[in-house]
């Protein structure tokens, strides 16, 4: 039984590592994500500059995934044998710079390649700062811990919209307003990619702003919940990308990541196209939708803890994007389309904390950098084929509507994907409490 004792440094340690680690690793994934989806905002004006069919846009966004898929496991293996601080500053520099190059793209070829390159560049971020939480967080934490994190997701479109707009009126030196955007929003990404290096540690044995007391507790911790993993569970590299579970996590994912990106990547034009809007003012529009993920995500987080219920914290938000997304394409009516939209939002975002506390549970070391890294993998083959599915769509039917009506039938098959797994899940502990 825990000690008062015991709990003053638990809660010491947690709120330490919270303090310490979230708003710096919150803050490279909101650069990470603005440079992944500037290129929406990009495609106002520089589609028309440099003659990119809305097919080919989405090809391009897209693309981005398969450089990323490719390179996704090998680059967490190599994040857990080297250590997080060397190889996520290596991840940011490198990527940093592609984003930067997008500035002098020449046409639809050019477009592809950096696009392409920069998923490679980028691959193994996302899933090692989830596994990196893993080393420093104890399970029943997670959901709202990584919630913290990830409101840096919505919360670069919230920032980066406006700004991004904005950039796109200037006009120096030759080059265009989307060009100085890509060149403007990555600079950051290389400076923190250096800062990386001084400011993160690799494990808990390592922070020098913990007390000897606090790194017991901690590693103790995590030395027993891992300790105590029951059958289904994996310890080696192996074991985890051999597990069924795994790529069932990765299904779902790919599901959500349908809707996030085909979402994300195509919401300014969507909201261009319900009314006469300057760039500006689709940036300030754009916020609205984001704010309100923001919201849903930490608390949709926040209540998941709380119940200790991870299954349907996923599949209800959704179940609500599904819902609000075939509103959105098929109502004629724009504010009932944007209202919809700003729904579909918080349901695409607030199941995402539940979702890696979901699929994170019972894995350790190398089998928790690959699991994660393949469950990421799988679902990027959403991030490729939601925005795609748009532009083609839009290309050929010069609608939004069906497109949303294809995202909105992928969350809706992830959603029973998830609540068939934890049937499942259920009827398996019930068989093994029999015997």
């Given at each position: 039984?825990?000690?008062?004792?015991?709990?003053?440094?638990?809660?010491?340690?947690?709120?330490?590592?919270?303090?310490r680690l979230?708003?710096f690793?919150?803050?490279?994934?909101f650069?990470?994500?603005?440079?992944r989806?500037?290129v929406g905002f990009a495609?106002l004006?520089?589609?028309a500059d440099?003659?990119?069919?809305?097919?080919?846009f989405?090809i391009?966004s897209?693309?981005?995934?398969?450089?990323?898929i490719l390179?996704?496991?090998?680059s967490?293996?190599?994040l857990?044998?080297?250590g997080?601080r060397i190889w996520?500053?290596r991840?940011?520099?490198?990527?940093?710079?592609?984003?930067?190059?997008?500035a002098?793209?020449q046409?639809?070829?050019?477009?592809?390649?950096?696009?392409?390159?920069l998923g490679?560049a980028?691959?193994?971020?996302?899933p090692g700062?989830i596994?990196?939480l893993?080393?420093?967080?104890?399970?029943?934490h997670?959901?709202?811990i990584?919630?913290?994190f990830?409101i840096?997701?919505?919360?670069?479109?919230?920032?980066?919209?406006?700004?991004?707009?904005?950039?796109?009126g200037?006009?120096a030196a030759?080059?265009?307003g989307?060009q100085?955007?890509f060149?403007l929003e990555a600079a950051?990404t290389?400076?923190?990619?250096?800062?990386v290096?001084?400011?993160?540690?690799?494990?808990p044995s390592d922070?020098?702003?913990l007390?000897e007391?606090e790194?017991?507790?901690?590693?103790?911790?995590l030395?027993?919940?891992h300790s105590?993993a029951?059958?289904?569970?994996?310890?080696?590299?192996?074991?985890a990308l051999?597990l069924?579970?795994?790529?069932r996590?990765g299904?779902v994912?790919f599901?959500?990541?349908?809707?996030l990106?085909?979402?994300s990547f195509?919401?300014?034009?969507?909201?261009a196209?319900l009314?006469?809007l300057?760039?500006v003012?689709?940036g300030?529009?754009?916020?609205?939708?984001y704010?309100?993920?923001?919201i849903?995500l930490?608390?949709w987080?926040?209540?998941?803890d709380?119940?200790a219920?991870?299954?349907?914290?996923?599949?209800?938000?959704m179940?609500?994007g599904a819902?609000?997304?075939?509103?959105?394409?098929?109502?004629s009516?724009?504010?009932?389309?944007?209202?919809?939209l700003?729904?579909?939002?918080?349901?695409?975002y607030?199941?995402?904390?539940s979702?890696?506390?979901?699929?994170?549970?019972?894995?350790?070391?190398?089998?928790?950098?690959?699991a994660?890294?393949?469950?990421?993998?799988?679902?990027?083959?959403?991030?490729?084929?939601g925005?795609?599915?748009?532009?083609?769509?839009?290309?050929?039917?010069?609608?939004?509507?069906a497109?949303?009506?294809l995202?909105?039938v992928?969350?809706?098959?992830?959603?029973?994907?998830?609540i068939?797994e934890?049937?499942?899940?259920?009827?398996?502990?019930?068989?093994?409490r029999?015997t």
């Amino acid at each position: 039984m825990t000690q008062p004792a015991d709990d003053g440094i638990a809660g010491s340690a947690l709120r330490k590592v919270a303090w310490r680690l979230i708003p710096f690793l919150g803050m490279l994934y909101f650069f990470a994500f603005l440079d992944r989806v500037n290129v929406g905002f990009a495609a106002l004006t520089m589609n028309a500059d440099l003659g990119i069919s809305a097919a080919a846009f989405g090809i391009g966004s897209g693309i981005f995934f398969i450089g990323y898929i490719l390179c996704e496991v090998p680059s967490n293996v190599m994040l857990e044998r080297f250590g997080a601080r060397i190889w996520i500053a290596r991840i940011m520099i490198s990527w940093g710079v592609l984003s930067g190059a997008m500035a002098f793209v020449q046409g639809p070829q050019s477009f592809y390649l950096v696009r392409f390159l920069l998923g490679i560049a980028e691959a193994g971020f996302f899933p090692g700062i989830i596994f990196y939480l893993t080393c420093w967080f104890p399970s029943q934490h997670r959901a709202r811990i990584i919630a913290l994190f990830m409101i840096a997701l919505p919360m670069s479109s919230v920032i980066g919209a406006p700004i991004s707009t904005s950039l796109l009126g200037i006009e120096a030196a030759g080059l265009k307003g989307w060009q100085w955007m890509f060149l403007l929003e990555a600079a950051p990404t290389i400076i923190l990619g250096i800062a990386v290096l001084a400011v993160l540690p690799d494990r808990p044995s390592d922070a020098e702003w913990l007390n000897e007391d606090e790194k017991r507790w901690l590693q103790r911790e995590l030395a027993r919940e891992h300790s105590g993993a029951t059958e289904g569970h994996a310890s080696s590299l192996r074991e985890a990308l051999t597990l069924p579970r795994v790529w069932r996590h990765g299904l779902v994912y790919f599901c959500i990541l349908v809707g996030l990106y085909g979402f994300s990547f195509w919401l300014p034009q969507i909201i261009a196209s319900l009314g006469r809007l300057t760039n500006v003012q689709v940036g300030l529009v754009t916020m609205i939708p984001y704010s309100l993920a923001c919201i849903g995500l930490v608390l949709w987080g926040r209540h998941s803890d709380a119940t200790a219920e991870r299954s349907w914290h996923v599949a209800l938000p959704m179940l609500l994007g599904a819902a609000a997304l075939t509103v959105s394409g098929w109502t004629s009516a724009p504010m009932l389309a944007f209202g919809a939209l700003c729904l579909a939002a918080v349901g695409i975002y607030s199941g995402l904390p539940s979702f890696w506390a979901l699929a994170s549970r019972g894995l350790q070391g190398a089998a928790a950098a690959g699991a994660i890294a393949l469950i990421n993998s799988l679902g990027n083959f959403g991030g490729f084929l939601g925005p795609a599915a748009i532009g083609l769509a839009k290309t050929y039917t010069d609608s939004y509507a069906a497109s949303l009506l294809l995202i909105a039938v992928f969350l809706a098959i992830g959603a029973v994907l998830v609540i068939w797994e934890r049937s499942r899940e259920q009827r398996a502990l019930a068989m093994v409490r029999q015997t």
